[in-house]
């Protein structure tokens, strides 16, 4: 049985009844703690299921320029809610296994579409200029699934297998979206470019004494 507990913090007090509606569609059988601030709104409720994901393709649907993501650039401004979700240790299987020895937290921030990449995934495969050699690599991103609480999502993996082999995942998190996954592995293989880098160097210059 899981134990979550999650707070929706909502920036603009006019979409209240928006969020109200999704959440009662959601049939919690847990009471839903709304409380005003000054400039937001506090909502916080236990949970036994992981309920952000489906929280968020509802909004989508409210607000379509609007778009989820687990990473916002300084001085964002067009924030208008942030879902925090935290799984206890205390959770477990349906066999009374612990799924997680410590506090699992996940950030979803709801925020205004970038006209420069709306609707846009990256290509998985980017190129790296070393000196005045290229070489291209790829970020494998394949849909994958959260078996404890059937919250789908994408992985990123070291290679692409067939839908049979388990994948050997490259970072292990299923992220909400695939421009999200890209960039996570975007940024987890920059060790192995510097590697490849300085071995291309050191070649060239090995090259070189050769001449």
Known sequence: MLDISVNIELNEKEDLNALISVLKQLGLEKPIY?????NAYS???????????EIENEMIKVYSDYEFTDEIG?????????????????SSDNWGRQ????????VNYFI???KAHENTSPNPVFKVLLDDFEKE????????????????????????????E???LLIN???????????KGYYKLMPQVEIDFEEYKKNKKGKRKMK
Do not use: C, H
């Not at 909502?43 to 994901?53: A, R, T």
């Not at 799924?99 to 996940?106: C, G, P, R, V």
């Not at 849909?143 to 999502?153: D, F, H, L, V, Y």
């Open 137 to 164: 690599y790829t970020a494998n991103i394949v849909p994958g699934i959260n078996s404890a609480t059937n919250e789908k999502g994408y992985l990123v993996v070291k290679e692409i297998t067939t839908e049979i």
């Open 166 to 168: 388990k994948p050997d």
């Open 112 to 114: 205004k579409k970038s």
């Open 173 to 183: 998190e299923l992220f909400t979206n695939r421009s999200t996954a890209f960039w």
């Open 99 to 106: 799924l997680n020895s410590d506090t699992i937290e996940k």
């Open 34 to 38: 709304v409380v005003e601030l000054e």
């Open 43 to 53: 909502i916080n409720f236990e949970s036994e299921y992981q309920y952000d994901g």
């Open 74 to 90: 300084v001085g964002q401004q067009n924030i208008k809610m942030i879902i925090r979700s935290t799984q206890s240790p205390l």
